[in-house]
């Protein structure tokens, strides 16, 4: 690990991978040619091909988990490592190289600013870039009819993984995030814990390379589950389940 963790640099950069061997030294190179101060960490989902390897190095520090735990345990990886080193905001950015470096200011500016606990990064609130595949606009938009129904709260891009967090919001989720299809659920924790939630316009891009982890018959697996996990924490945040 570099030496400097939690002592010059106070921003952190989450990168999640899994067998993203295509995409990872793209991803890397971008976020080092934004000439800004903060540092990157990668963390290796268990990957089978050569992603690790790879990262290995290059001017960041790497955490491989020995088996692949899915987005959230990796992302929770990154907030825990985050945490143990003081640092002051964390953010997600996906190895797949669909996430946009140049929008990485706007995102961090709300949490700057003291506007926000958690800032999403929303591909639907000017329409830039690539707008999803059909089968995934159909999961974003239940999810966000259902985040706006359950909590009142509107949010257009709710499973985006181009987030930005300060200290008190990863710090809640290093000690507890949902493994599976995490992002829409997060909000909903980050509502019951009375924390604020922003959307900023970004620009994302179609996949170059690989293919997502999450198809088809698994988009639909995972909206039932994290459906009903949602509704479990409206239960617990109302006080009727503990």
């Given at each position: ?61 790497l955490v491989s988990l020995p088996f692949n ?110 493994i599976d299809f995490p992002e829409p659920e ?35 697996y995972y909206m039932v589950k994290v459906s ?15």
């Amino acid at each position: 690990m570099s030496g400097h963790i939690g002592k010059t640099s106070r921003t952190l950069i989450v990168v999640p991978a899994f067998n993203e061997e295509g995409n990872i030294r793209r991803t890397i190179n971008e976020l080092k040619g934004l000439g800004r101060s903060f540092d990157i960490l990668v963390v290796d989902d268990g990957s089978t091909d050569r992603t690790a390897e790879l990262v290995k190095g290059e001017d960041m520090d790497l955490v491989s988990l020995p088996f692949n735990l899915g987005i959230g345990g990796a992302v929770q990886a990154g907030f825990q490592y985050a945490a143990r080193y003081g640092y002051d905001v964390v953010v997600q950015f996906d190895g797949d190289g669909q996430h946009d470096g140049r929008f990485l200011a706007a995102l961090l500016n709300p949490i700057a600013q003291g506007d926000a606990d958690l800032v999403v990064g929303s591909r639907f609130l000017e329409h830039l870039g690539y707008q999803s595949s059909f089968l995934r606009q159909i999961g974003i938009r239940f999810f966000s009819f259902l985040i706006s129904f359950l909590i009142g709260l509107k949010v257009t891009d709710p499973t985006s993984g181009f987030r930005a967090y300060n200290k008190k919001c990863f710090s809640l989720f290093a000690e507890n995030y949902p493994i599976d299809f995490p992002e829409p659920e997060s909000i909903m924790i980050v509502h019951r814990y009375g924390l604020r939630v922003k959307e900023v316009p970004v620009k994302m891009r179609g996949r170059q390379q690989g293919r997502s982890s999450i198809r088809y018959l698994k988009t639909l697996y995972y909206m039932v589950k994290v459906s009903f996990a949602m509704c479990l924490d409206l239960m617990k945040q109302r006080g009727r389940i503990s």
